[in-house]
């Protein structure tokens, strides 16, 4: 039953940005100050994980296919798969929701704590909509940036990793990559990035909207949006797998 609850609340929670309309141009300013903190902010984690992401999968991946019956090009193919669906999106994303995430929940559980979230409802300001709504439009379209800047960057680690290790020349794996390459999977992959870029930013809002109490309470909100942020990931990244597949 508590989930329904929270469930319920969260659809609540949507609702209410949109059932007191109010100028665009408002939320224009606030829009793209939050694209620069999720985009921008994030980029360097994201270049990070997405090289060594590359760089790691190639390696092991040489590791398993020891046999030379198989071409070394393979290996291009098979981490370029499997950048393209499921790391770059799903593994950048988890990590975005750590910090992109308990960031949100954070902002937004000081402010109702300190009551200013009190005050804009005063005011007569729809705060669900002012606070939460430019959040998740820069994570729907930020995100899926990243992810697509992760999936260059891993790609690039691949390469590099398997030229300094020796395993496979970067001809090899272009040409491994290039084999199998399917528009569609870098399509699928954006679907699940615009997906997890809603799910973050909408969730943490919400649990950061909802925090009563004091500074433990924001902290306990914080881990709330990142765990189930998390949990929510996974479960539509196996859903979006199953129906889009």
Request: aromatic share 10%.
């Amino acid at each position: 039953m508590s989930f329904f609850y929270h469930f319920g609340r969260y659809l609540l929670f949507l609702k209410s940005m949109f059932s007191k309309p109010e100028k665009f141009t408002i939320y224009v300013e606030r829009t793209f100050t939050e694209m620069v903190a999720i985009g921008i902010g994030s980029l360097p984690i994201v270049i990070l994980i997405s090289i060594f992401q590359g760089a790691v999968t190639t390696v092991q991946t040489a590791y398993q296919l020891v046999t030379p019956m198989i071409p070394k090009s393979t290996i291009g193919t098979v981490v370029s798969d499997s950048t393209i669906l499921e790391l770059a999106p799903t593994i950048t994303c988890l990590v975005l929701a750590g910090k992109v995430g308990s960031h949100i929940a954070s902002e937004i559980g000081t402010m109702r704590i300190n009551e200013e979230i009190d005050a804009l409802e005063v005011m007569g300001i729809n705060s669900a909509a002012f606070l939460a709504l430019p959040k998740i439009i820069a994570g729907i379209i930020m995100i899926p940036m990243l992810v697509i800047i992760s999936i260059f960057l891993s790609e690039l680690g691949g390469i590099v990793a398997g030229h300094y290790s020796g395993v496979l020349t970067a001809n090899e794996f272009i040409q491994g990559a290039r084999l199998t390459f399917d528009l569609f999977t870098l399509q699928f992959s954006l679907i699940k990035a615009f997906t997890y870029g809603f799910v973050i930013t909408s969730v943490s809002s919400f649990h950061g909207f909802i925090t009563r109490g004091g500074a433990l309470e924001v902290g306990a909100s914080s881990t709330k949006a990142v765990v189930y942020s998390s949990v929510l990931i996974l479960l539509s990244d196996y859903l979006l797998a199953e129906l889009l597949l």
